[in-house]
């Protein structure tokens, strides 16, 4: 079954860094378009980056532009997320998210909270 597992999350001081890990398995991963989506608290679930099969195109929300960066490894079935320069408001659950035959699936979320 498809199952995708995130890491790297935990508490940086503004102007910090991260890195986000999607582990994948279960399909066809290099065929698949993995997407990162956030929530934080209040708030409703964001769409902050995209990375398409074999990392042919990428796609960002306007709020996270210039500062994080997708990309993959096919031989890891792993998809990250590099964040620089992050900021209070990039608080909130990172989830990774696939479509598989129609369906939707997510991995269980890492915790990022930027605060001094």
């Known amino acids: 079954q498809v199952q995708l597992v995130e890491s790297g999350g935990g508490l940086v001081q503004p102007g910090g860094s991260l890195r986000l890990s999607c582990a994948a398995s279960?399909?066809?991963?290099?065929?698949?378009?993995i997407n990162w989506y956030r929530r934080a608290p209040g708030k409703e679930r964001e769409l902050v980056a995209a990375?398409?099969?074999?990392?042919?195109?990428?796609r960002y929300a306007d709020s996270v532009k210039a500062r994080f960066t997708i990309s993959r490894d096919d031989a890891k079935n792993t998809v990250y997320l590099q964040m620089n320069s992050l900021k209070p408001e990039d608080t909130a659950v990172y989830y990774c998210?696939?479509?598989?035959?129609?369906?939707?699936?997510w991995g269980q979320g890492t915790q990022v909270t930027v605060s001094s």
């Open positions: 990375i398409t099969g074999i990392g042919v195109s990428t």
């Open positions: 279960g399909f066809m991963f290099s065929r698949y378009t």
């Open positions: 998210n696939v479509r598989v035959s129609f369906s939707d699936y």
